[in-house]
Nanobody, 123 residues
Framework: QVQLVESGGGLVQAGGSLRLSCAAS????????MGWFRQAPEKEREFVTA????????YYADSVKGRFTISRDNAKNTVYLQMNSLKPEDTAGYYC????????????????WGQGTQVTVSS
């Protein structure tokens, strides 16, 4: 069993930055691919980024490439999402997820989810 807790969301002006954290409990965290997804009101949950167990492979949605960076610290059981050059369209609830059974960008395949943290970008 893995529990995920996100933090770091908030209100920021366009062009600003935020860093989200996802703290995980459970001994097997190190083995899991971790992902970030987001969901805006009345929209489907969408893939943002993912990172493999070692941190050696990262994947990004086209909409965030060059602006967002995912990283992980396995010693701290934590995954980070550094978000720079934020845009109003980045406004959404951001969710951390672990252990996908399908592709890293398929939210339906992730077994564990956090409760989410809200990011609001004002224009």
């Amino acid at each position: 069993q893995v529990q995920l807790v996100e933090s770091g969301g908030g209100l920021v002006q366009a062009g600003g930055s935020l860093r989200l954290s996802c703290a995980a409990s459970g001994r097997t965290f190190t083995w899991y691919t971790m992902g970030w997804f987001r969901q805006a009101p009345e929209k489907e949950r969408e893939f943002v980024t993912a990172i493999n167990w070692s941190g050696g492979n990262t994947y990004y949605a086209d909409s965030v490439k060059g602006r967002f960076t995912i990283s992980r610290d396995n010693a701290k059981n934590t995954v980070y999402l550094q978000m720079n050059s934020l845009k109003p369209e980045d406004t959404a609830g951001y969710y951390c997820a672990a252990n996908p059974s399908n592709g890293y960008d398929d939210y339906a395949g992730y077994k564990y989810w956090g409760q989410g943290t809200q990011v609001t970008v004002s224009s």
